[in-house]
């Protein structure tokens, strides 16, 4: 190659890399992706808000701190922050809350079942709810036994359904569901159904046609394709990312999965910390939240891994959490139903402490108005009480301070009729239970009725087609299934007494039960003072320190501190002089040498109220000392040894000790102090000796 070739041949290939090197500096990079959604933090500390709802039935729109809800049940997040709720009871409406807390009525008026525009529409015990990628809103309307929508414009239409209680595929408007609870819409406009008390999963397509996608004709617990699965009791749906339906199968204690290929799993199955499955919520990453009839929230992650966030101490347990909803960063929202509010649920911050949440329902609400009546006839007339609230019971393993009592126990003949002592509303999709056993019992609203034959006479027939029955191959009585949002007048009969012979009636939310003598029942009186029978201190090994010979106990003025423990019982009016009960107040003084109240003491401390059901299992051990319940095989005498240093009171639960040591040493005297809830101040041994050594 000549050299002016060659030069001319290296002038190309520059020219050539110019032209390239140009092209790609003037070719605009490829912009970077935006990052995706952060994965969901698992196991993190829940940091409680209250976002709306005072704690008192009713239904009040406006700000969210003073809103009342009937029975706040399923929830729905839009796209703008909006949270829809379900409400039930005696409200019957779809609420809206505003991120700021507001509170308003979307649609609803009144009980029954009526279309058209929203205020003027009617619902029958609306569960869960759903949004489709319109905004338009479907209500799983249980009353009614059908599906409604509440579109963009505000107009209420049924969409499947003829409003009777039986189970029937085919066209919408001849298609018929059994209290159906659960509802989800997927991005095509399939409208998913729980049919709750068919045991099935049904869907509503987009040309109006309703199938069955699971179950059978009996609730079971199979997993297998469509038809051949069995579910019992499906409450809520949620799908998740991959077009999986997920299923809140209630009594199974189980999640289960749809998949959209028609075949039925088992996603988290019995065994697990759950306890009847209320709700379910999906993050974009495949995280499950779930609430319980427990009152917990846990995550289930997609590595089957159960982390409890809310139910088990430290962290509060809710009264009956049937809705969850998550936001764009996470937020968790829950509707606590059996407590009248709804919660907005965020992760503490790092070395943040939670603030004071208001959980349960308000301290002071008002009771069911009962009108003065037993649950037994005559129901204006006296009858024997047998148990109160917060008396220690025993099991049948031994244990003699296994469980603090509950309720209000009422004498009874076996087969006698159980009657209800006020109107009320089926609210609970689990009111039944312990069908044959001795705590068989029914929920009605806040109140529950135990011991009995559930919805049967004497002779175990049903009293009426509002308590369904459900038995198996061989005839015997497996369940009496009350769909939510049955209605009972009071007065009218629950069941019939059974071995037990007495009625427990409980009263509130679960968790934090009343205290039913407030009710006011006719012609109960209680003019008995109770009594003390014994002062006396336990050491740091819970073993009781003995009298000296000059007739005082010797206390150490340091160390860890002692309990002290004051045995009493009570009376009421026209009882069995054995029968003894529990008191409703306990507490203590220190005084000097003379009997004068020292400072701080001017007043007895009643650390031991039974008010309000404390929700720890540990309470029992808390508020009562070794030797408590009946402690002896066969007897028929309950002891009743208060721990007073510690608190059992107002739902709380806390460990104390009389700790001396700011006192000088010498010679004091702890009174004792107990009163029933008529305020009668108890007579006997009130008072101890003690010396406070050097």
Same mark, same amino acid.
């Given at each position: 190659?000549?050299?002016?070739?060659?030069?001319?041949?290296?002038?190309?290939?520059?020219?050539?890399?110019?032209?390239?090197?140009?092209?790609?500096?003037?070719?605009?990079?490829?912009?970077?992706?935006?990052? #995706?959604?952060?994965?969901?933090?698992?196991?993190?500390?829940?940091?409680? /808000?209250?976002?709306?709802?005072?704690?008192?039935?009713?239904?009040?729109?406006?700000?969210?701190?003073?809103?009342?809800?009937?029975?706040?049940?399923?929830?729905?997040?839009?796209?703008?922050?909006?949270?829809?709720?379900?409400?039930? +009871?005696? *409200?019957?409406?779809?609420?809206?809350?505003?991120?700021?807390?507001?509170?308003?009525?979307?649609?609803?008026?009144?009980?029954?079942?009526?279309?058209?525009?929203?205020?003027?529409?009617?619902?029958?015990?609306?569960?869960?709810?759903?949004?489709?990628?319109?905004?338009?809103?479907?209500?799983?309307?249980?009353?009614?036994?059908?599906?409604?929508? $509440?579109? $963009?414009?505000?107009?209420?239409?049924?969409?499947?359904?003829?409003?009777?209680?039986?189970?029937?595929?085919?066209?919408?408007?001849?298609?018929?569901?059994?209290?159906?609870?659960?509802v989800a819409v997927d991005a095509v406009g399939r409208v998913?159904?729980?049919?709750?008390?068919?045991?099935? $999963?049904?869907?509503?397509?987009?040309?109006?046609?309703?199938?069955?996608?699971?179950?059978?004709?009996?609730? !079971?617990?199979?997993?297998?394709?469509?038809?051949?699965?069995?579910?019992?009791?499906?409450?809520? @749906?949620?799908?998740?990312?991959?077009? *999986?339906?997920?299923?809140?199968?209630?009594?199974? *204690? /189980?999640?289960?999965?749809?998949?959209?290929?028609?075949?039925?799993?088992?996603?988290?199955?019995?065994?697990?910390?759950?306890?009847?499955?209320?709700?379910?919520?999906?993050?974009?990453?495949?995280?499950?939240?779930?609430?319980?009839?427990?009152?917990?929230?846990?995550?289930?992650?997609?590595? !089957?891994?159960? @982390?409890?966030?809310?139910?088990?101490?430290?962290?509060?347990?809710?009264?009956?959490?049937?809705?969850?909803?998550?936001?764009?960063?996470?937020?968790?929202?829950?509707?606590?139903?059996?407590?009248?509010?709804?919660?907005?649920?965020?992760?503490?911050?790092?070395?943040?402490?939670?603030?004071?949440?208001?959980?349960?329902?308000?301290?002071?609400?008002?009771?069911?108005?009962?009108?003065?009546?037993?649950?037994?006839?005559?129901?204006? +007339?006296?009858?024997?009480?047998?148990?109160?609230?917060?008396?220690?019971?025993?099991?049948?393993?031994?244990?003699?301070?296994?469980?603090?009592?509950?309720?209000?126990?009422?004498?009874?003949?076996?087969?006698?009729?159980?009657?209800?002592?006020?109107?009320?509303?089926?609210?609970?999709?689990?009111?039944?239970?312990?069908?044959?056993?001795? #705590?068989?019992?029914?929920?009605?609203?806040?109140?529950?009725? $135990?011991?009995?034959?559930?919805?049967?006479?004497?002779?175990?027939?049903?009293?009426?087609?509002?308590?369904?029955?459900?038995?198996?191959?061989?005839?015997? @009585?497996?369940?009496?299934?009350?769909?939510?949002?049955?209605?009972?007048?009071?007065?009218?009969?629950?069941?019939?007494?059974?071995?037990?012979?007495?009625?427990?009636?409980?009263?509130?939310?679960?968790?934090?039960?009343?205290?039913?003598?407030?009710?006011?029942?006719?012609?109960?009186?209680?003019?008995?003072?109770?009594?003390?029978?014994?002062?006396?201190?336990?050491?740091?090994?819970?073993?009781?320190?003995?009298? #000296?010979?000059?007739?005082?106990?010797?206390?150490?003025?340091?160390?860890? #501190?002692?309990?002290?423990?004051?045995? /009493?019982?009570?009376?009421?009016?026209?009882?069995?002089?054995?029968?003894? @009960?529990?008191?409703?107040?306990?507490?203590?003084?220190?005084?000097?040498?003379?009997?004068?109240?020292?400072?701080?003491?001017?007043?007895?401390?009643?650390?031991?109220?039974?008010?309000?059901?404390?929700?720890?299992?540990? /309470?029992?051990?808390?508020?009562?000392?070794?030797?408590?319940?009946?402690?002896?095989?066969?007897?028929?005498?309950?002891?009743?040894?208060?721990?007073?240093?510690n608190i059992v009171r107002d739902g709380l639960v806390e460990?104390?000790?009389?700790?001396?040591?700011?006192?000088?040493?010498?010679?004091?005297?702890?009174?004792?102090?107990?009163?029933?809830?008529?305020?009668?101040?108890?007579?006997?041994?009130?008072?101890?000796?003690?010396?406070?050594?050097?």
């Amino acid at each position: 190659m000549t050299r002016a070739r060659w030069t001319m041949a290296v002038l190309v290939a520059v020219m050539v890399a110019a032209a390239l090197a140009w092209t790609f500096l003037r070719t605009p990079a490829e912009p970077t992706p935006p990052p #995706g959604p952060a994965a969901t933090v698992l196991g993190w500390t829940p940091d409680i /808000a209250l976002l709306a709802g005072d704690g008192v039935g009713g239904m009040r729109d406006g700000a969210g701190a003073q809103a009342r809800f009937a029975d706040p049940y399923g929830l729905a997040l839009d796209a703008q922050g909006v949270l829809y709720v379900a409400d039930g +009871g005696d *409200n019957n409406r779809i609420r809206r809350v505003y991120p700021d807390g507001r509170v308003d009525t979307l649609a609803g008026q009144g009980e029954g079942w009526r279309d058209g525009p929203a205020q003027q529409a009617q619902f029958n015990t609306p569960s869960s709810i759903a949004l489709d990628v319109a905004g338009n809103v479907f209500v799983a309307d249980t009353g009614n036994h059908v599906i409604r929508r $509440i579109d $963009i414009d505000g107009n209420v239409t049924t969409i499947a359904g003829d409003g009777t209680a039986g189970y029937l595929d085919g066209p919408a408007a001849q298609a018929r569901f059994d209290g159906p609870m659960g509802v989800a819409v997927d991005a095509v406009g399939r409208v998913y159904v729980a049919d709750t008390w068919n045991d099935r $999963i049904r869907v509503i397509e987009p040309d109006g046609q309703v199938r069955t996608l699971a179950g059978g004709d009996a609730p !079971g617990n199979v997993d297998g394709a469509g038809v051949g699965a069995r579910l019992d009791t499906p409450v809520a @749906l949620a799908l998740d990312g991959h077009g *999986n339906l997920l299923v809140a199968d209630m009594l199974n *204690n /189980a999640v289960r999965r749809l998949a959209p290929d028609g075949t039925v799993d088992t996603l988290l199955a019995d065994g697990s910390l759950l306890n009847g499955p209320m709700a379910l919520a999906v993050t974009h990453d495949n995280v499950v939240y779930i609430s319980d009839f427990d009152g917990k929230v846990v995550q289930l992650t997609a590595q !089957g891994h159960v @982390l409890a966030l809310g139910g088990m101490a430290p962290q509060p347990r809710f009264s009956r959490p049937a809705g969850l909803a998550l936001d764009a960063d996470g937020g968790l929202y829950l509707s606590d139903a059996a407590s009248y509010r709804v919660h907005r649920v965020r992760a503490l911050a790092a070395g943040a402490t939670p603030a004071p949440s208001l959980i349960g329902p308000a301290a002071d609400a008002p009771l069911p108005d009962t009108g003065g009546r037993w649950p037994l006839a005559p129901q204006l +007339g006296w009858h024997e009480v047998v148990g109160t609230l917060g008396e220690v019971r025993g099991n049948f393993s031994g244990e003699s301070r296994h469980h603090l009592h509950d309720g209000f126990d009422i004498r009874g003949d076996v087969g006698q009729t159980v009657l209800a002592i006020a109107d009320g509303k089926v609210s609970s999709p689990f009111s039944s239970w312990s069908v044959g056993g001795q #705590g068989e019992g029914f929920s009605l609203d806040r109140l529950r009725y $135990i011991h009995m034959k559930v919805g049967r006479d004497a002779r175990d027939r049903p009293l009426d087609a509002r308590w369904p029955q459900l038995r198996d191959l061989d005839g015997k @009585l497996e369940r009496v299934r009350v769909r939510r949002g049955t209605r009972f007048q009071a007065g009218e009969p629950l069941g019939s007494i059974n071995r037990m012979a007495h009625v427990h009636l409980s009263v509130g939310a679960s968790g934090f039960q009343r205290n039913a003598v407030a009710l006011g029942f006719v012609d109960y009186a209680d003019s008995f003072a109770p009594r003390i029978t014994e002062v006396a201190l336990l050491d740091d090994r819970e073993q009781p320190i003995k009298t #000296g010979p000059n007739g005082r106990v010797e206390v150490p003025r340091q160390g860890p #501190g002692v309990q002290i423990v004051v045995e /009493a019982w009570d009376q009421v009016d026209n009882n069995l002089p054995r029968r003894r @009960l529990g008191a409703y107040q306990v507490g203590y003084q220190i005084l000097d040498a003379v009997g004068t109240p020292l400072a701080g003491y001017e007043q007895p401390r009643f650390n031991i109220v039974f008010n309000r059901m404390p929700r720890e299992n540990s /309470a029992t051990v808390v508020a009562y000392a070794p030797d408590s319940g009946i402690t002896v095989h066969g007897s028929a005498v309950t002891r009743f040894r208060y721990l007073v240093t510690n608190i059992v009171r107002d739902g709380l639960v806390e460990t104390g000790r009389w700790q001396p040591d700011a006192l000088p040493a010498g010679d004091y005297i702890i009174r004792a102090s107990a009163r029933d809830y008529s305020g009668n101040e108890a007579v006997g041994v009130r008072e101890l000796k003690v010396t406070l050594l050097p």
